[in-house]
């Protein structure tokens, strides 16, 4: 990220001050609870195994195609079509903000490991979000670090999901992920998995479940991956699609001349 920070414009119409800590510890990410119990197991070794490999297959596989629909709070609803580069830690999509009575915002997002950046597309845009962000001046760039509201942790773990080894499957289970049960979705069968807690959570031993779910299917492979929120009703939901093989992600285009 660049070290000029400047305060979005938009930024009210996106973000809603919610409690949310992340803690990046390492391997699959790791969330502090937010509570609730679920009828649930412990992983078998088999599913350990799958979970760790899940990061390393995401990575693989880049750049996807990446859906992000997250709850804001007062009735509005934002939500990011885009595509990650996990070898480059690049991603950029187009948001649209909606509220009860329609469309409230809408634009182009770019982000990476140290924050995001939100832009107007130019009035003669075509093409795909990653080629119209190249075309923004810095000045129409309104960039900032990571906050706490749905968007940004949201963002901020989809730059996460992908690595290039897989985690130790071992250290997984010691972590308490377990599995919640099966779900189908676009005709194929995908394991639900509560993921990692923190190691503060894990000690205690509350026997509550992770706000981050992920959906694993036979191979390891992440089809979608949801996270509970403090206050909020309904999860954030990251939805991982195919491959865009021809996507060539920007560097965060407000660090640059334009």
Do not use: F
């Amino acid at each position: 990220m660049a070290s000029e920070k400047k305060r979005p414009s938009r930024r009210s119409l996106i973000v809603t001050a919610v409690a949310a800590a992340v803690l990046a510890g390492g391997g699959v990410t790791a969330w502090q609870l937010v509570g609730g119990e679920e009828e649930s197991r412990p992983l078998s070794t088999e599913e350990a195994s799958r979970l760790a490999l899940s990061r390393l297959k995401v990575y693989q596989a880049s750049p996807l195609r990446v859906t992000l629909k997250a709850q804001e709070g007062n009735g509005m609803v934002v939500e990011v079509q885009g595509v990650v580069d996990y070898r480059s830690k690049h991603a950029a999509g187009s948001y649209t903000v909606s509220g009860k009575n329609g469309t409230i915002d809408q634009g182009l997002v770019v982000w990476d490991t140290g924050g995001l950046g939100l832009a107007k597309a130019p009035a003669d845009a075509s093409g795909p979000a990653w080629e119209q962000a190249e075309h923004v001046p810095r000045a129409g760039w309104s960039s900032r670090s990571y906050g706490t509201d749905p968007l940004d942790a949201g963002l901020q773990l989809l730059i996460q999901l992908g690595a290039d080894r897989p985690d130790n499957p071992l250290l997984l289970v010691q972590s308490g992920p377990r599995r919640l049960g099966r779900d189908r979705i676009d005709g194929r069968d995908y394991d639900r998995i509560a993921g990692p807690r923190s190691r503060d959570a894990a000690d205690k031993d509350t026997g509550a479940t992770s706000p981050i779910t992920y959906w694993l299917d036979g191979d390891g492979g992440l089809r979608r991956v949801t996270m509970r929120m403090a206050g909020l009703g309904t999860p954030t939901t990251l939805e991982i699609g195919g491959q865009d093989a021809g996507a060539k992600l920007p560097e965060a285009p407000w660090a640059t001349a334009g």
